[in-house]
Structure formats: C-alpha cells, structure tokens
Nanobody, 120 residues
C-alpha cells in the first residue's frame, strides 16, 4: 500500500491550501484516515481524522479553519486549510488504517509528507 500526498507549498498568512492524499495498492478496506503534522524540533501531532462513515475530528488549534474530507471511491483524503497562520508551518503527513488482500488485519500506513510553509 502506498499513500501519495500532494498540495503543499508556500502561502502567506491568511491564505488557503488544499492537501490531497491518495492510497493505492492491494487495498481491501480503509478505516480511519488522518492528517498529522510535524514542525522542526517538535513531535508529530494529529491535525484531523475522519472515519469511513465521514465523522471528523480536529485538533483544537485548527478547529474552524481546517476541513478534512474523503472520497471512498478514490481512496483519497483531503485537508482544506484556510486562514493559515505561521504556526501551521510543518511537514504534513497523511495516515490510513488499511486492511489488504494479503494481511486481513488493520495496519497503519503513512504518506511521504508534504511541506506547508506559511509566511507572516
């Protein structure tokens, strides 16, 4: 299973970006999908998660500014980020909990990370 993230970049404070992450491979089923981020010198933190049924949860720091969504037919998760702040600068990683046709137990898979830089 591979997760391919895209959509990062450089944006001014107050701007918007949309991240995408597509899962591919021998996927039998995907449960939760999520976005994490890691700034230099800090631990990776959960930004937002979404269940297969579409229920979303957010870190307090991004509530009201970020929206997570998914397209189950495309095995893709999105993160719409608005009103971006310099403190949102980080590498953003997507995560998916997947059952494959080979291993019928839930396994976490990670994307390669995409850089988001917000300038003040």
């Amino acid at each position: 299973v591979q997760l391919q993230a895209s959509g990062g970049g450089l944006v001014q404070a107050g701007g918007s970006l949309r991240l995408s992450c597509a899962a591919s491979g021998s996927i039998f089923m995907i449960n939760d999908m999520a976005w994490y981020r890691q700034a230099p010198g800090t631990q990776r933190e959960l930004v937002a998660s979404i269940t297969s049924g579409g229920s979303a949860d957010y870190a307090d720091s991004v509530k009201g500014r970020f929206t997570i969504s998914r397209d189950n037919a495309k095995n893709t998760v999105y993160l719409q980020m608005s009103s971006l702040k310099p403190e949102d600068t980080a590498v953003y990683y997507c995560n998916a909990v997947v059952k494959t046709y080979i291993n019928r137990w839930w396994t976490h898979y990670w994307g390669q990370g995409t850089q988001v830089t917000v300038s003040s």
